[in-house]
């Protein structure tokens, strides 16, 4: 994940030198942020700076008085100056000292301890750069091998199209509209975006009018949802479904064999489809297994079928801001 330490701090301590008082500013310390930050100063470096702006000054100074003929004033000298100038410098360093002993934060991403041996980790990281799951999860843990259900992935994706797409091409809320599914009550966490996917005319649910909202997520039901919201189109089985590759392809269901075909031969961009982007080349579909939460969240990194639209090419324009 991107780390960032706290936001630098700007001092401004007034040195007095021979009775004309001037302003050095000392910068604290600046660690590599989100968006690349400034680079480390040492506290030896801010020390000779000071010192150096502090003979600069005096010479000014001096040669300011020389000119208008004015004398030292007794109550102001450089080696007053100097003292200040290194006291300033010997707090910097004290600040620095303590900021090294402050836990790494992160902004707008949740800290996991177990996602860096991900095959997907590139992925994931750059959506938990966006913020994707601040106010989902609280880790340390991600728990990338629990299955997801349901209504998880779907919180998640209204939360990654929404973030990764322009304004004007997002799914908007529907808390106008009743409830669209008999099992999910307005009490359900997942409840509104559901009912926004639903309204948006995205198919999430069952025939039978029921979302099964606690559910493991299989495979082709969650490529059937990615890829229908990705394209915004609904896929029936091509007459040609017989050229995809899956050796258990017989097994996806009817409803579902349109959108796996299309996703995994149609899908573009950088990591390809979904289904390359969650489970890679694979010649096995297994349409019926539970996804993973590190699977699932592989898929939301592109919301699009071009890959046009992705976490990296919004945090690239974000960063460009």
């Known amino acids: 994940m991107v780390l960032t330490r706290v936001k630098p701090v700007t001092w401004a301590p007034m040195v007095a030198i021979t009775g004309v008082v001037l302003a050095a500013t000392v910068g604290m310390v600046g660690l ?95 959506l938990n750069q966006l913020g994707l799951f601040k106010g989902l999860l609280t880790g340390p843990e991600f728990k990338p091998y629990q299955p997801i259900t349901r209504s998880e992935y779907i919180t998640w994706l209204f939360k990654a199209y929404n973030m990764i797409r322009p304004e004007n091409e997002q799914i ?60 915004g189109t609904e896929y029936k089985k091509p007459s040609y479904y017989y050229d995809l590759s899956f050796t258990d392809r017989d097994k996806v269901d009817e409803r579902y064999k349109g959108y796996v075909y299309y996703d995994n031969w149609q899908g573009g961009g950088p990591h390809k489809g979904n289904i390359n982007r969650a489970f890679g080349k694979v010649k096995v579909f297994k349409p019926q297994q539970p996804v993973l939460r590190y699977e699932a969240a592989a898929t939301l990194w592109q919301v699009d079928g071009a890959g046009k639209q992705t976490a990296q090419t919004r945090l690239a324009s974000i960063k460009a801001q």
């Not at 999910?184 to 948006?200: E, G, I, R």
């Open 32 to 126: 590599v942020g989100c968006n690349g930050g400034t680079s480390q100063q040492t506290a030896a470096e801010v020390d000779s700076a000071l010192q150096q702006k502090v003979a600069e000054l005096e010479a000014e100074n001096q040669a300011m008085r020389s000119q208008l003929g004015l004398t030292q004033n007794p109550t102001t000298n450089p080696q007053t100056a100097t003292s200040q100038a290194k006291a300033t410098a010997e707090l910097v360093r004290t600040i620095n000292n303590q900021l090294a002993q402050i836990p790494e934060m992160q902004l707008g991403a949740v800290a996991f301890n177990d996602v860096q041996s991900l095959p997907t980790y590139a992925l994931l990281d750059e």
């Open 172 to 231: 908007r809320l529907a808390p106008q509209r009743g409830p669209i599914f008999s099992d999910l009550p307005k009490t359900h966490p997942a409840y509104p975006y559901v009912q926004a996917m639903s309204d948006a005319g995205f198919s999430v649910g069952y025939v039978d009018g029921t979302f099964r909202p606690d559910q493991p997520l299989t495979r082709e039901e969650m490529v059937a949802i990615k890829w229908g919201v990705d394209t």
